[in-house]
Structures are given as C-alpha cells and as structure tokens.
C-alpha cells in the first residue's frame, strides 16, 4: 500500500499562482511515473501533468505554459507549480503514483476566484 500526502491547496484570486506538493509513502525511486489529475463535480477526472522517473513531462493543453510539474528525488516529492490561475482551474487536485497498481491522494481544493 502506497499513501500520497498532498498538501499547498487553497483559495486564490484570478491570476495568483499556487504550489501544490505530494509526497508518498515510499521513495518516489521506485515510482516510474507520477502526476497530478483534477476533477469537478459531475466530471470526469482529467490529467493536469505527469513526471516520469527519467523526467519527462506531459501537461494537459488546458494548463500548458502556466503550469510546471517537477520531482525532487532528495525531498521525496513532486510539486506542481500553477501561474496565472484562472476560475476554471477551480477544481479537487489528486496526486497519482503509478506502481502495478495506481495510487490516488485524499485531494486537496484549488479554488480561483474571479
């Protein structure tokens, strides 16, 4: 069993930026790819951005050039740095960790206002 601690939500204003961590349980050495994926009521989940272990990155066209995922091998932990936060970034965040099985955080809330 793998737990992801996520933490950095919170509510923001149109335009502000906001860091969100997560850190599992485990060394993240052994987590090929890792992500972050949000969701809204009455939606689907939908990926924001992945790392894998080698670092290559992929991010949704929602939140390209606004937003940058990165994984700190030494503080065990990805971290999703989000720029010019817009209200439809309003969402429950989830941190991923794919093992043999997937992994999913509690969430954390990312509210932007207008």
């Known amino acids: 069993q793998v737990r992801l601690v996520e933490s950095g939500g919170g509510l923001v204003r149109a335009g502000e930026s906001l860091r969100l961590s997560c850190a599992p349980s485990i060394t993240i050495l052994r987590i090929k790819t890792m992500g972050w994926y949000r969701q809204v009521p009455g939606k689907q989940r939908e990926l924001v951005a992945t790392?894998?272990?080698?670092?290559?990155?992929t991010y949704a066209d929602s939140v390209k050039g606004r937003v940058t995922i990165s994984r700190d091998n030494a503080k065990n932990a990805i971290d999703l740095q989000m720029n010019s936060l817009k209200p439809e970034d309003t969402a429950v965040y989830y941190c991923?960790?794919?093992?043999?099985?997937?992994?999913w955080g509690q969430g954390t809330q990312v509210t932007v206002s207008s």
């Open positions: 790392i894998t272990n080698l670092g290559s990155t």
């Open positions: 991923n960790a794919q093992l043999i099985f997937d992994y």
